[in-house]
């Protein structure tokens, strides 16, 4: 009887596991333009994606023919929905423009006579950006956006900057986002003769096709439409993806998956009225990012135990000396052995004397630091660091050629400091830049308006005396995300601090509008 009654809760909890590995999406499909000739595809290329990944277990919001409000209304309840989700997507058809150096989504009540009408009637593609960063593990935008429209050519024809685009700008992803775009940055997409444009047109064709890896799937999508484009559309992407997504994971994968997920359940159901908590502090050993962690601890707690197993923590073959294997073991808990193996094999060649790697486990996502100086807390930098690019804490890995202990994630109090600007409280860099005549104190001195931006690989960013305190954080910001040297690797650059307060929690991508 004991069997039955734990074959059935498996059964039941089997049923509702798709729940739990929650996938979201925001489908928005723009056609029936007021002020302009309307475009026929979107609403059918729009209903038609939707309905693919409601079929793959996306809870899908759909959005036809939405006006400024509704689009940004949906925007924020992708955000809400993403927290914490597996995978996000958001998908536009319809026309957009960029302005400016910034992109634009027109709902389809835009009337845009100027640049200046553009905050009012259009929506910054900074707040998508801003509404999925950091929330769920793999975020993922697809803008079949980029079609020649009357909207750029009005612009055109009345901006004195001429600073209108043909096309979109290039999008900076943040870490664990993909952004694809229909056709490359700065040039137009077709609409299509049929019911689909050629970019969701391939797109519907591989999207449901089990063990396509979403950068795979997309260059296929970018060869069919070259080719059936004769060579005038070449949709592009940019990826700060740190692991494989599948939107159907290969078959093996999935049949491996569900009788991991058997045995989880069955173990589960023999231990969780369990008394001892050796019983608890097994399954958390088996099973360290199992379903039921969380209420594994909170019974030991209540039993008056330590989780053992470790609820938080990282599985790890235990302090050790670093190769390429030990490492890639560790790091395989959170990502695939492909990518464990491939940035274990970096960490290995990469210079000392001091470097150290930590991991972040929700967004599976790594970071390394190396060839800093012997003398400073190469830990303590290198989980501001991760901190500061995932938006939470992060899981220490080795330091130098050592593994680390296994432990939970360590928040820094430095990343979360939020108040006034204090040169001791500045994250992911050396000490001696912290000192009364480091460079970083130019800052504190300089006149207000002024605004200092970051970006996680330690390099600051400001601007003084600016003529407002916009002016000064979007000079901020540029200057970050424009350097050169950095070259846009690693994602973009956050605000730190505006005037003398330190803004880096709310992580901030854009200016304060005017």
Not at 215 to 221: I, K, N
Not at 308 to 314: H, K, L, M, P, S
Not at 373 to 394: F, H, K, S, T
């Amino acid at each position: 009887m004991r069997r039955l009654v734990i074959l059935l809760v498996a059964t039941l909890l089997l049923a509702a596991l798709p729940a739990m590995a929650q996938r979201v999406a925001l489908v928005v499909g723009a056609g029936a333009y007021r002020h302009v000739p309307g475009l026929a595809n979107p609403p059918n290329d729009a209903a038609d994606i939707a309905a693919a990944l409601a079929r793959l277990g996306f809870r899908t919001d759909l959005v036809l023919d939405p006006d400024r409000a509704q689009l940004e209304q949906a925007v924020r309840r992708l955000g809400q929905a993403a927290r914490g989700a597996e995978a996000a997507v958001f998908y536009f058809a319809g026309h957009a423009l960029e302005a400016g150096g910034r992109n634009w989504l027109l709902p389809v009540t835009a009337e845009i006579g100027s640049e200046r009408d553009l905050r009012f009637e259009a929506l910054d593609m900074d707040i998508v950006g801003e509404q999925l960063d950091g929330v769920a593990r793999v975020s993922i935008v697809l803008l079949d956006a980029c079609r020649d429209n009357p909207f750029r050519l009005r612009l055109a024809g009345v901006s004195r900057s001429a600073t209108v685009g043909l096309g979109l700008a290039q999008l900076r992803a943040a870490v664990g986002t993909l952004v694809a775009f229909s056709t490359a940055p700065g040039t137009v997409a077709a609409d299509g003769e049929g019911r689909n444009s050629p970019f969701t047109r391939a797109l519907l064709r591989r999207i449901e096709a089990p063990g396509i890896e979403l950068r795979q799937m997309l260059a296929e999508v970018r060869r069919e439409v070259r080719e059936a484009t004769g060579g005038r559309q070449v949709p592009w992407e940019h990826s700060a993806l740190e692991g494989a997504f599948y939107f159907v994971p290969p078959p093996a994968a999935t049949a491996a998956t569900g009788a991991a997920r058997d045995a989880e359940l069955v173990f589960w159901e023999s231990v969780r009225a369990s008394r001892n908590p050796a019983d608890l502090q097994a399954y958390l050993a088996r099973f360290p990012a199992g379903l039921f962690r969380d209420l594994a601890a909170n019974r030991l707690r209540e039993l008056g135990a330590p989780p053992g197993g470790g609820a938080d923590r990282i599985a790890a073959p235990g302090a050790g000396a670093v190769t390429e294997e030990s490492l890639a073991t560790v790091l395989a808990a959170r990502m695939t052995p492909e990518d464990a193996h491939r940035i274990a094999a970096t960490y290995i060649a990469e210079r000392g004397p001091a470097k150290a790697i930590a991991i972040q486990g929700v967004r599976r996502g790594s970071w390394r630091i190396s060839a800093l100086p012997e003398n400073v807390d190469v830990a303590e930098i290198v989980l501001e660091r991760c901190q500061i690019a995932y938006g939470a804490p992060c899981i220490l890995v080795a330091v130098n050629d050592r593994l680390a202990e296994p432990g939970p994630p360590r928040p820094m109090p430095r990343v979360a400091h939020a108040g006034a600007f204090d040169l001791a409280q500045v994250p992911g860099i050396l000490p001696t830049r912290r000192g009364p005549g480091a460079d970083l104190a130019r800052y504190v001195a300089g006149p207000e308006p002024k605004a200092m931006a970051m970006h996680p690989t330690g390099r600051f960013y400001w601007r003084t005396g600016a003529a407002s305190r916009t002016a000064a954080e979007e000079a901020a910001l540029n200057a970050c995300n424009d350097d050169r040297e950095r070259n846009r690797r690693d994602g973009p650059c956050l605000l730190y601090a505006s005037d003398g307060q330190v803004v880096l929690p709310e992580r901030r991508r854009t200016p304060t509008p005017p």
